[in-house]
């Protein structure tokens, strides 16, 4: 595996405003990052100078070994990005537009055609070649700019939020377009729709407030995700002794209604106890719930946990 | 190589509008009106000029009151050609298609500026159509009309430059426009003020140096005057392209 993207203590301020402080990661070829936040977090700043857009007022980003301030020709040509605002010449047609990107990313001639071709028919904008990019719906343009960021097959794609405004169906095909990029190339995708996250990447960072919170394996935040409570509601009163005194189960808290939450140790099963329990003491066992965390869950936490304000 | 690419978009870009032709049909349509009566007029006072030894040519009479015209026109028209280069990328976030493509700030710059350039080369040509007419019933000083298009040349690249760095200040092309043009007339007349021969305003107006190149001396003086007010803007156009990924 080889790195293509370095971030090392990358700081940005605007004034007083401290946007981006001291983020660091770094990505491997074939990965599908994820890059996570509130509104005003950072995230968009942080592309920008990933992108060279920016310049950070402290820190390095290296992109597959060229310095972006010391190399920025041979860094930028390794980059492909699709900024917030889809960066698009609305009196060119799609054809004439993309061309220019090519032409502008130093293609051959010869490669331009090719590319513009492929380009187009990865994300499915071979039908309105032809056409004004002004006339063309927003999803449409949405996929022009995608289409402007991997015409040059760079190593590194960055999209900043690239499935707003589009609907459902759209959204889906973006995925899937991803999810297909992430094969080839190194992605980061910002966005503040979580199951976009669990869909397409591979990991996950969340930035707030200017700093990382987390970073973590998709594989890893599922593992976070899996459920370490249940919830059960029982007929008649338990006598909440004999739960406790089950195996793993580390604290119960009364609900209203006869509910009850039980939790567990992580990687524990301990519904099969509490059935069995529940049978035997004719409690009424009425319902039994493996509570799952969801991305909103963890997210919330993270960003609204107390000590991660200032 | 680069800013060529960007030089092609852009000026097919400006034939995209129906600016480019307005403003290459209204400066014909003035000019050949002004040229037709500063000919009426040499025609009237022709037969006193035979009498007098050393008189003032068709080149002095016709052509370089042509191009003397032209400019006053250029003056007008250059701040609504380079209003947008700059500003209306920047509003339109088109600006980072070019800033993260592999492509210097430099090159961006110098990319618009051939674009607006060659467009102007494009109406010099069709002025220069009209002297160029009068070969077939008499002669030009080819010297003269050489050194009027130099002269031409270097004020439409001047003014160019000028609208370049206005628009890469301003927010809004409309702003840019109304700024280069101030700044272009201010520079054309600052010499008013030095009735009594100040030497610092005398040099910094650009009227001056024209009308110099425009009589037919060419000296170094006034074209390095040129070359450094071009370098200079451009230069500052590129500085405040690379305040934007620094600012604060």
């Known amino acids: 595996m080889n790195t293509l993207i370095e971030v090392n203590n990358l700081t940005r301020q605007f004034g007083d405003h401290c946007a981006v402080d001291d983020v660091s990661f770094s990505l491997n070829k074939g990965e599908v990052l994820g890059f996570l936040g509130p509104n005003g977090a950072g995230k968009s700043t942080t592309m920008k100078m990933i992108c060279g857009n920016l310049s950070p007022t402290a820190g390095e980003i290296k992109i597959n070994g060229y310095d972006i301030l010391d190399q920025p020709k041979l860094a930028k040509a390794e980059l492909g990005f699709l900024p917030e605002i889809p960066p698009l010449y609305s009196d060119l047609t799609v054809d004439e537009f993309l061309s220019y990107c090519a032409k502008l990313h130093g293609l051959r001639k010869k490669a331009i055609?090719?590319?513009?071709?492929?380009?187009?028919?990865?994300?499915?904008?071979?039908?309105?070649?032809?056409?004004?990019?002004?006339?063309?719906?927003?999803?449409?343009?949405?996929?022009?700019?995608i289409a402007q960021a991997i015409l040059h097959n760079p190593s590194v794609i960055i999209l900043d939020e690239p499935t707003v405004g589009l609907d459902p169906i759209q959204?889906?095909?973006?995925?899937?377009?991803?999810?297909?990029?992430?094969?080839?190339?190194?992605?980061?995708?910002s966005t503040h729709i979580?199951?976009?996250?669990?869909?397409?990447?591979?990991?996950?960072?969340?930035?707030?407030?200017?700093?990382?919170?987390?970073?973590?394996?998709?594989?890893?935040?599922?593992q976070r995700m899996t459920s370490s409570s249940l919830?059960?509601?029982?007929?008649?009163?338990?006598?909440?002794?004999?739960?406790?005194?089950?195996?793993?189960?580390?604290?119960?808290?009364?609900?209203?209604?006869?509910?009850?939450?039980?939790?567990?140790?992580?990687?524990?099963?301990?519904?099969?106890?509490?059935?069995?329990?529940?049978?035997?003491?004719?409690?009424?066992?009425?319902?039994?719930?493996?509570?799952?965390h969801d991305m909103e869950h963890i997210f919330l936490s993270i960003t609204q946990d107390p000590s991660n304000h200032e | 190589?680069?800013?060529?690419?960007?030089?092609?978009?852009?000026?097919?870009?400006?034939?995209?509008?129906?600016?480019?032709?307005?403003?290459?049909?209204?400066?014909?349509?003035?000019?050949?009106?002004?040229?037709?009566?500063?000919?009426d007029y040499y025609l009237s006072i022709q037969p006193k000029l035979?009498?007098?030894?050393?008189?003032?040519?068709?080149?002095?009479?016709?052509?370089?009151?042509?191009?003397?015209?032209?400019?006053?026109?250029?003056?007008?028209?250059?701040?609504?050609?380079?209003?947008?280069?700059?500003?209306?990328?920047?509003?339109?976030?088109?600006?980072?298609?070019?800033?993260?493509?592999?492509?210097?700030?430099?090159?961006?710059?110098?990319?618009?500026?051939?674009?607006?350039?060659?467009?102007?080369?494009?109406?010099?040509?069709?002025?220069?159509?009209?002297?160029l007419s009068l070969l077939t019933v008499g002669n030009l000083d080819h010297g003269k009309f050489l050194a009027c298009l130099l002269a031409m040349a270097l004020l439409m690249a001047s003014f160019n430059a000028l609208g370049i760095y206005m628009s890469a200040i301003a927010s809004q092309p409309t702003v840019a426009a109304v700024a280069s043009f101030g700044a272009l007339l201010l520079l054309w007349i600052i010499d008013w003020a030095g009735s009594n021969g100040s030497a610092l305003l005398e040099y910094i107006s650009i009227m001056r140096h024209f009308e110099n190149l425009l009589r037919g001396l060419v000296s170094t003086v006034d074209v390095f005057y040129f070359i450094l007010f071009i370098v200079g803007f451009l230069s500052l156009s590129i500085r405040r392209l690379d305040n934007d990924r620094l600012q604060k």
């Open chain 2, 1 to 39: 190589m680069n800013s060529l690419t960007i030089a092609g978009r852009e000026l097919r870009n400006l034939f995209l509008s129906p600016l480019a032709w307005t403003i290459l049909g209204v400066t014909q349509l003035i000019l050949a009106y002004m040229f037709l009566s500063q000919v």
């Open chain 1, 113 to 145: 055609k090719q590319s513009v071709i492929r380009g187009k028919l990865k994300c499915g904008l071979s039908d309105v070649g032809n056409r004004l990019i002004a006339n063309l719906s927003k999803g449409y343009q949405q996929r022009v700019g």
């Open chain 1, 194 to 222: 979580l199951p976009e996250v669990q869909h397409s990447c591979s990991r996950v960072q969340i930035i707030h407030r200017g700093k990382l919170v987390l970073n973590e394996s998709i594989d890893g935040l599922s």
């Open chain 1, 231 to 292: 919830l059960v509601r029982f007929g008649e009163p338990p006598e909440l002794d004999l739960i406790q005194a089950i195996e793993h189960v580390t604290g119960i808290e009364a609900l209203e209604q006869q509910q009850y939450r039980i939790s567990h140790h992580q990687g524990s099963n301990i519904s099969e106890h509490i059935a069995i329990l529940a049978v035997n003491q004719q409690w009424g066992l009425l319902e039994l719930i493996p509570e799952k």
């Open chain 1, 171 to 189: 959204i889906l095909e973006i995925r899937e377009l991803i999810r297909e990029l992430g094969k080839e190339h190194s992605v980061i995708l």
């Open chain 2, 50 to 131: 035979v009498g007098i030894p050393g008189a003032p040519g068709v080149t002095d009479l016709v052509v370089a009151p042509l191009f003397g015209n032209a400019a006053v026109i250029l003056l007008l028209i250059i701040p609504l050609l380079t209003m947008r280069t700059i500003s209306d990328e920047r509003r339109n976030k088109t600006i980072s298609l070019l800033l993260s493509a592999p492509i210097s700030l430099s090159e961006i710059v110098i990319g618009k500026f051939l674009a607006i350039f060659v467009f102007l080369l494009i109406i010099l040509l069709s002025i220069s159509l009209m002297p």
